[in-house]
């Protein structure tokens, strides 16, 4: 088992596995940051139109006077909503790689522990 550990080739093969998967994960982020940014751009632009082409049926009928503040809200409320997913999805399309560098970097340092390996903690089961 120790022969397997030190051997170059698995390591290599390793890192390449670990390389594939991050760079198919990492696109995925980026096309859904794509997607979510698009419907985004897309949901307020019809959203305006259709509230330029009814205010004035609106404005002139009082019982519908509220639903154009209503829609004036959500013109703005759900495409913000996309906007925001599409930058979270563009910011873990830039840190998942770093993140996973350093998990690399750092998985060969041992945690410190307050306490040997195979010994009882105080309090626990004996």
């Not at 759900?78 to 690399?104: D, E, H, K, M």
Request: aromatic letters at 14%.
């Amino acid at each position: 088992m120790r022969e397997n550990k030190s051997n170059p080739e698995l390591k290599i093969r390793s890192t390449e596995r670990d390389y594939k998967y991050i760079s198919r994960i990492t696109g995925r982020y980026a096309g859904l940051s794509l997607v979510f940014l698009t419907a985004g751009i897309v949901l307020w632009t019809v959203m305006d139109i259709i509230f330029d082409a009814c205010i004035d049926s609106w404005k002139a009928d009082p019982e519908l006077n509220n639903s154009s503040y209503m829609w004036n809200i959500l013109i703005y409320a759900i495409p913000y909503t996309l906007y925001a997913l599409a930058a979270g999805f563009l910011v873990t399309f830039f840190s998942v790689p770093n993140v996973r560098i350093n998990i690399r970097k750092y998985r060969d340092i041992p945690a410190e522990m307050s306490y040997a390996p195979g010994e009882h903690i105080k309090g626990g089961q004996e």
